[in-house]
């Protein structure tokens, strides 16, 4: 609905800057330029509307319901714990949908991320482990805070001894909770 408003919006400004000036090859490949520049601010428009509009419910986000209210509990406690110790603030998040991001789950964990201010701003000490069923996706984002304890290798070995397992036996609760489990034991070391 948002897209299609703003597609609107970009063959208007492209019918106004045609109607604008004579046609010559120079003005139509500004013309071009300037569509593929309002499409990019179009796209980037969307992706934030559409971030902006998800909200975080607490430590554990469970958009696509795939954890019962036990294991929301226990991760929860694991999860205020473990800043209580080390101020780190973890994040997990299951979504069903990412709107205009596709299937790109990296772009839309980072700018959830920052969206909802994960980590503290001076310590950039934020995590947020991600898991999309729907998609057959997951991802651990850390901040740069903690990419020296817990850099990318280690979260793709987090991701595939602990995670991925799981979920290849629709086992979500257990999956994410080792995840979790395995990230806690690295930053408390």
């Not at 998040?93 to 001076?122: F, R, S």
Request: with cysteine; proline share 3%; net charge negative.
């Amino acid at each position: 609905m948002i897209k299609a408003f703003f597609s609107i919006i970009l063959i208007s400004l492209s019918a106004y800057c045609t109607a604008q000036q004579p046609i010559t090859e120079n003005v139509a490949m500004r013309a071009k330029d300037s569509t593929e520049y309002v499409e990019h601010i179009v796209d980037s428009l969307t992706k934030h509307i559409f971030i902006e509009n998800t909200k975080p419910t607490g430590y554990v986000n469970d958009f696509e319901n795939v954890l019962d209210s036990a294991t929301i509990k226990y991760l929860t406690t694991q999860i205020s714990q473990h800043e209580k110790k080390t101020t780190n603030q973890i994040v997990v998040v299951t979504v069903g949908y990412i709107g205009p991001y596709a299937d790109d789950l990296d772009t839309y964990t980072y700018h959830l991320a920052n969206e909802w201010g994960v980590g503290q701003k001076n310590k950039n000490n934020g995590v947020v482990i991600i898991v999309s069923a729907g998609l057959r996706k997951a991802r651990i984002t850390t901040g740069y805070g903690l990419e020296i304890a817990l850099p990318d290798a280690e979260c793709k070995r987090i991701l595939d001894d602990m995670m991925f397992p799981e979920f290849r036996k629709n086992n979500y609760a257990a999956g994410i909770t080792n995840g979790l489990m395995e990230i806690i034991r690295i930053l408390e070391k």
